[in-house]
């Protein structure tokens, strides 16, 4: 059986399930928001653990091998729920309850195996590998001191500004937004204050010829060509999503980059990836990050590619 962790909100996990049901392949679907949990039993007895979601039973020992879309009870920003001490008891309880589900189940196969999967989401690290491995990889600086932002700001002639972690917030309109890649003066830096600003990273802007959202699962590479410069909305960064003027098109990666990207995932001890290339006009492919956790129906949908089939050939090898 296919355990599943996600959320009953998770589009990824809705396509791969239809996908899992046609082929009358076992699974379990395990999910984590908060309102699925508050209808869940869990129960821990005799080193062994038993969970109920959806009146439906998951005996472990039919488990063969974990897909983890998501791994921990956490609220979406649009959630509104009771922030009280009883609350806050309740959710840090059972993210410690799903720690210990996951050490019973760390001696299966897992795409990808979650302790892994959050290691490799940090990009310093992700960085220090590629640079290692020779990927070119965007000069840049992490600093909260402004005089060093300034004269990295100084030494080229134009610098973006990325965040290490990207997220939603709340804009005064009561909507949500994404902060994504910025270019950036040094006019835009007079409101930093001397050192008590959080360390902001700044890159030197690459000038695009195109991008690529490249998705690996297991040995299978999937390169989609982001066409982000025939957009005004997303010619800085694809993910402002101006999807009729900026086409997808399927291509095959430079054999070099194909072998950087196995030896990266390796390192990384992950099997699904979903990394971030730019492509300059000297036809360079720049590394930004790898996403452990990342999505991929849209460049399916857009590019033809079959990431779902790929991942359903994954959990066949590992039910056997």
């Not at 020992?61 to 920003?77: A, G, Q």
């Not at 070119?136 to 972690?165: A, G, R, W």
């Not at 950036?184 to 204050?193: H, P």
């Not at 590019?303 to 066949?316: D, E, P, S, V, Y």
Request: aromatic share 12%.
């Amino acid at each position: 059986m296919i355990l599943i962790l996600t959320d009953k909100n998770d589009a990824h996990a809705n396509h791969v399930i239809k996908q899992i049901i046609s082929e009358r392949l076992p699974y379990y679907r395990f999910d984590l928001d908060v309102d699925s949990i508050s209808k869940t039993h869990c129960t821990f007895v005799n080193s062994k653990f038993m969970i109920s979601q959806n009146g439906r039973n998951c005996s472990f020992n039919d488990i063969k091998c974990v897909w983890s879309r998501r791994t921990f009870i956490e609220l979406h920003l649009e959630e509104t729920y009771d922030q009280s001490n009883d609350f806050k008891l309740w959710k840090n309880e059972w993210n410690k309850t799903l720690v210990g589900i996951y050490n019973s189940l760390k001696h299966l196969p897992w795409l990808n195996p979650w302790r892994q999967a959050y290691a490799a989401e940090n990009k310093y690290l992700q960085i220090e590998i590629a640079q290692k491995l020779g990927f070119y990889v965007p000069e840049m600086i992490t600093s909260n001191d402004i005089n060093i932002l300034k004269s990295f700001m100084l030494e080229h002639d134009s610098v973006v500004m990325k965040l290490m972690n990207q997220d939603f917030y709340r804009t005064e309109d009561g909507k949500f937004k994404g902060i994504y890649v910025n270019k950036l003066s040094i006019d835009d830096l007079k409101s930093f204050g001397d050192c008590q600003e959080n360390p902001i990273v700044l890159q030197r802007y690459i000038d695009k010829l195109f991008e690529v959202r490249y998705t690996v699962v297991g040995k299978n590479h999937f390169a989609c060509k982001i066409d982000s410069q025939s957009s005004k909305i997303a010619n800085v960064d694809w993910r402002r999503y101006d999807i009729p003027n900026t086409p997808h098109i399927a291509i095959e990666p430079p054999l070099q980059i194909r072998e950087k990207v196995d030896i990266l995932m390796s390192e990384l001890s992950i099997e699904y990836g979903a990394l971030d290339f730019i492509v300059d006009r000297n036809q360079n492919w720049y590394f930004l990050e790898v996403n452990s956790m990342g999505q991929y129906l849209w460049t399916e949908d857009l590019a033809g590619l079959n990431i779902t089939k790929a991942i359903i050939n994954w959990f066949k090898i590992h039910l056997n």
